[in-house]
T-cell receptor, first 110, second 111 residues
Framework: QKEVEQNSGPLSVPEGAIASLNCTYS??????FFWYRQYSGKSPELIMFIYSNGDKEDGRFTAQLNKASQYVSLLIRDSQPSDSATYLCAVIGGSYIPTFGRGTSLIVHP | GAGVSQSPSNKVTEKGKDVELRCDPISGHTALYWYRQSLGQGLEFLIY????????KSGLPSDRFSAERTGGSVSTLTIQRTQQEDSAVYLC?????????FGPGTRLTVL
């Protein structure tokens, strides 16, 4: 069974700090990796996707993928209180069905 | 439309009743997914439609659940003889290339 694991948190960081969110996955054939942000009571929204090993940067967000170690991470620089949300990791393997982690709750305190 | 829409936004029903949930995907998106999210839980895949291909129903939890997609666009998820454990937020997403766009969800409460 394909599994995607995330620490449920909450991860608490001060405003302006770097938040580091991690995700591990079990399926070595996984090809596509996604990070979603979900505010309480809202639906998930895509932040970033990454396909290749290494780093991918988009504004304050950086996704890091290491297929050999089967982990993907999301770094949020200069964290803001508005970044407080649950962050979901999703992985797609050979099928088109993504497997989602349960999410990590991030709290950015002023 | 500009995004994925779902209706109703909230549905309260009595145990044993049937419910229908509707999803209008983004125009032109050929792929459509249904998920379920219970309080504090991750997204549970239910069913996947891609174009005119047979849907992937591998995530449906029981035969009380069914879904159809008419004309490759609007989709309806039907839950028959609802049970209290069916209470959850039901999310629909349509996909362009690899990117899924989620609708606002339908919150189902079974009393």
């Amino acid at each position: 069974q394909k599994e995607v694991e995330q620490n449920s948190g909450p991860l608490s960081v001060p405003e302006g700090a770097i938040a580091s969110l991690n995700c591990t996955y079990s399926d070595r054939g996984s090809q596509s990796f996604f990070w979603y942000r979900q505010y309480s009571g809202k639906s998930p929204e895509l932040i970033m996707f990454i396909y290749s090993n290494g780093d991918k940067e988009d504004g304050r967000f950086t996704a890091q993928l290491n297929k050999a170690s089967q982990y993907v991470s999301l770094l949020i620089r200069d964290s803001q209180p508005s970044d407080s949300a649950t962050y979901l990791c999703a992985v797609i393997g050979g099928s088109y069905i993504p497997t989602f982690g349960r999410g990590t709750s991030l709290i950015v305190h002023p | 439309g500009a995004g994925v829409s779902q209706s109703p936004s909230n549905k309260v029903t009595e145990k044993g009743k049937d419910v229908e949930l509707r999803c209008d995907p983004i125009s032109g998106h050929t792929a459509l997914y249904w998920y379920r999210q219970s309080l504090g839980q991750g997204l549970e895949f239910l069913i996947y439609f891609q174009g005119n291909s047979a849907p992937d129903k591998s995530g449906l939890p029981s035969d009380r659940f069914s879904a159809e997609r008419t004309g490759g666009s609007v989709s309806t998820l039907t839950i028959q003889r609802t049970q209290q454990e069916d209470s959850a937020v039901y999310l629909c997403a349509s996909k362009s290339t690899d990117t899924q766009y989620f609708g606002p969800g339908t919150r189902l409460t079974v009393l």
